[in-house]
């Protein structure tokens, strides 16, 4: 069993930045791969970035490339989301996910462990 906690959500203006960070208790993270996926009211769940297990590689959803950088630090059990250049069209709750399978994976079905969410709210 893996354990996941997001934190570093919050409210900021459009333009704006915010870290997310997911900790990890149970297992030892560097065996799965890691994603960051959104959920916007009345939304389904989307795909937003993935990093391989050791870090070399990472996925983004168009709507994150360029903007937003996923990162990983085995040592620490923790996954980061840096958000940059924030939009509206962010707002959603954020989740981080721990998978067994693919780092190219983008569907929620695909991953074992998922932690509760954080909110994230751009304002215009």
Do not use: H
């Amino acid at each position: 069993q893996v354990q996941l906690v997001e934190s570093g959500g919050g409210l900021v203006q459009a333009g704006g930045s915010l870290r997310l960070s997911c900790a990890a208790s149970g297992r030892t993270l560097s065996n799965y791969v890691m994603s960051w996926f959104r959920q916007a009211p009345e939304k389904e769940r989307e795909f937003v970035a993935a990093i391989r297990r050791g870090g070399g590689g990472t996925n983004y959803a168009d709507s994150a490339k360029g903007r937003f950088t996923i990162t990983r630090d085995n040592a620490k059990n923790t996954v980061y989301l840096q958000m940059n250049s924030l939009k509206p069209e962010d707002t959603a709750v954020y989740y981080c996910a721990a998978g067994s399978g693919s780092w190219n994976n983008r569907r929620p079905e695909e991953y074992d462990y998922w932690g509760q969410g954080t909110q994230v709210t751009v304002s215009s």
